[in-house]
């Protein structure tokens, strides 16, 4: 089925989000663009697949539609170069209802063990909705306050935390309302990662603030954080051809830098903290990292 014959399907499909037995929900979202959730998300979905894993990915944003785009140039270079490599199920969602991303999600993860969705980078009803019934809800920040605001405000003398963001708030409320049904629908509670994608020259003062304002909000309102992805070229010259860092063999010569963006992508797989199915070997990831 392809992504417009989702767009006429009437409301009447799982309007209330998954339930027990359905695929893994990672779900990459904030309000903000430019924080690399594209490119972290392809990044950990061939991570799984390189695992053994069956990952199915939905693009919300139809109009960027960055990492369904990603996939399709991967696609593309499998074919140009009569290559196989290891990829995932995708589709853009382009539909106006929740019942219609329902429907799509129900279809495209039949028989998948993560359903990833990657958000666009603003306010959308059908984030918030992802966000809501996420198993691993992951939010990709830059080290700086700019970023920090979209979850929380800190104080211009102290840089204490003074208040929650909206979007904070909103997975707070999300959060309390899996808790409560969690046992009735037989699911897991939700996993909120925060993501640090850091830049490559961030002044150490102000990292340590970002830390100490971090580890203030985790507490308040029961995030974890893991390090993401360096500012690095090799990511933006990777997107035209599909690859990803894992993918040894097809990306010419390596240099120390890449290398040590392997060992990020090694680090960033492990602090997500993701099921492992029964199907997935040992940790193949690991082996490709090195």
């Known amino acids: 089925m392809t992504s417009g014959q989702f767009d006429k399907l009437p409301g009447t499909a799982q ?38 894993a069956k990952v199915a990915v939905i693009d919300l944003d139809p109009r960027q ?21 290891p990829t995932a199920t995708f589709e853009v969602f382009r539909g106006d209802s929740v019942e219609q991303l329902e429907a799509m999600a129900l279809d495209v993860g039949t028989g998948h063990d993560f359903l990833l969705f990657d958000t666009p980078g603003r306010d959308d009803p059908f984030a918030r909705h992802a966000a809501t019934f996420a198993d691993t809800l992951v939010t990709p920040l830059n080290d700086s306050f700019v970023d920090f605001d979209l979850i929380g405000q800190v ?5 204490k935390v ?36 850091r830049t490559q020259h961030v002044e150490a003062r102000n990292m340590r603030r970002i830390d100490q304002a971090l580890g203030e ?17 090799i990511y933006r010259e990777l997107f035209p051809s599909g690859l990803t860092l894992l993918d040894k063999g097809h990306l010419g010569e390596l240099g120390t830098s890449h290398l040590v ?10 602090g ?10 040992a940790d193949p990831v690991l082996e490709a990292a090195q």
């Open 162 to 197: 003074r208040r929650l963001s909206f979007y904070a708030e909103m997975i707070w409320e999300a959060r309390k309302k899996r808790a409560m049904t969690t046992i009735k629908q037989g699911r897991k509670e939700m996993d909120w990662v925060v993501v640090r994608n």
């Open 65 to 85: 539609r960055t990492l369904h785009r990603y996939l399709e140039n991967r696609a593309e270079t499998i074919k140009r170069r009569s290559i196989a490599l």
């Open 155 to 159: 104080d211009a003398e102290t840089f």
């Open 261 to 270: 963006a392997r060992q990020e992508m090694r680090a960033l797989v492990m």
């Open 217 to 233: 909000l985790s507490k308040r309102v029961g995030f974890r954080v893991t390090n993401g992805l360096s500012e690095r070229v």
């Open 15 to 52: 309007p209330h989000g998954p339930s027990a037995g359905d695929p893994h929900r990672i779900v990459f979202a904030n309000e903000k663009g430019g924080t690399g959730k594209s490119t972290t998300a392809m990044h950990v979905a061939i991570a799984l697949v390189y695992q053994g």
């Open 272 to 281: 997500l903290n993701l099921p492992n199915p029964a199907r997935v070997s």
